[in-house]
């Protein structure tokens, strides 16, 4: 039920000024018992992403184009995941879980921008597997730092497609539902209880997906068709699995990225299928910050070795 101190009248009307998170679950048990579990999640996704962006920073042995994107990327994923966490953790110990609406559409703009980021981010390490396998001899003259910088200049520039939207939907009028079923402001969520038309909303989120999304997705797929036709053209054995070797950490990365962002906002949820959805989500944006460095470091010699020399380094330091 909205509460009165969750609305604001102007005139005659009255419009919601605070939104109501259910989180993920409404018994407060399960609520304490979650507490430590995502807070444990989020410390070591600072701790992981962090720490591979400080090895990369210092190991000159890393400074090549691959290293200097899984840099930025583990920045986004620092960024997503502390825009959702802290509120999410505070909300567990709360009895009332209001939500003003600036803040709200200030979290959604983050989580936008980083999430559109990533896309861009995805398809310019896409690109750099592709030179790296399809034109290994031109690698260096290709993937030079001033290209590199525009690629994730490019990437970043995410913020005016993020503005858009949330400026779009949070300019809506909303006059009474202000219950969010959901542990974060996500749009689905809130457009759904606006007032007014979203025509104009939808259709922002729609050219933004195509444009951003799909866009970023088409450069995959063509890159990694072309990958896999020069995979192909390789006579030896050896030397087709050292290629699909070099890409395997990107494409496990891309298919747990898209198979979860595709399940969540692809398909219409019923209110059955809120949890499913809920649960998805945890994924999308709290899970997979973590999974990031484990997936492009666990089988990585290059990174293994450079935590190597880091501790040696210290160790010596410390001597």
């Not at 192909?232 to 198979?259: D, E, P, R």
Request: a positive charge; hydrophobic letters at 50%.
């Amino acid at each position: 039920m909205t509460s009165s101190k969750s609305m604001k009248w102007n005139g005659n009307q009255s419009s919601v000024a605070m939104f109501v998170l259910l989180g993920l679950s409404d018994e407060k048990e399960f609520q304490l018992i979650l507490f430590p579990v995502f807070l444990g999640i989020y410390l070591v996704t600072l701790i992981w992403n962090l720490g591979l962006i400080l090895i990369i920073r210092i190991d000159s042995h890393l400074h090549t184009p691959v290293y200097f994107f899984l840099r930025f990327l583990s920045f986004i994923d620092i960024c997503c995941s502390s825009s959702i966490s802290p509120r999410m953790l505070s909300e567990f110990l709360k009895n009332e879980k209001m939500f003003s609406f600036i803040a709200c559409a200030t979290q959604y703009f983050v989580v936008a921008w980083m999430a559109l980021n990533k896309c861009c981010l995805l398809a310019a390490m896409a690109y750099d597997q592709y030179v790296a396998i399809g034109s290994p001899l031109q690698y260096s003259a290709i993937m030079i730092p001033s290209f590199c910088g525009k690629m994730v200049a490019g990437a970043l520039s995410g913020f005016l497609s993020s503005l858009s939207e949330t400026v779009s939907c949070f300019h809506l009028y909303y006059c009474g539902p202000n219950i969010v079923q959901h542990f974060f402001c996500d749009v689905p969520q809130i457009i759904s209880l606006s007032c007014s038309n979203p025509f104009i909303s939808q259709m922002t989120l729609l050219l933004v997906a195509i444009v951003v999304g799909f866009g970023s997705l088409l450069v995959i797929l063509l890159s990694y068709g072309f990958i896999a036709a020069s995979i192909l053209k390789i006579s030896s054995g050896k030397g087709s699995v050292k290629a699909l070797n070099t890409c395997a950490s990107h494409l496990a990365a891309l298919t747990v990225y898209y198979g979860t962002a595709l399940s969540v906002y692809m398909f219409p949820r019923s209110n059955q299928s809120m949890k499913q959805d809920k649960v998805l989500s945890v994924l999308y944006v709290i899970l997979i910050p973590v999974l990031n460095p484990l997936i492009y470091s666990l089988r990585n010699k290059e990174i293994k070795g450079a935590l190597k020399r880091l501790i040696k380094m210290a160790t010596a330091l410390c001597q």
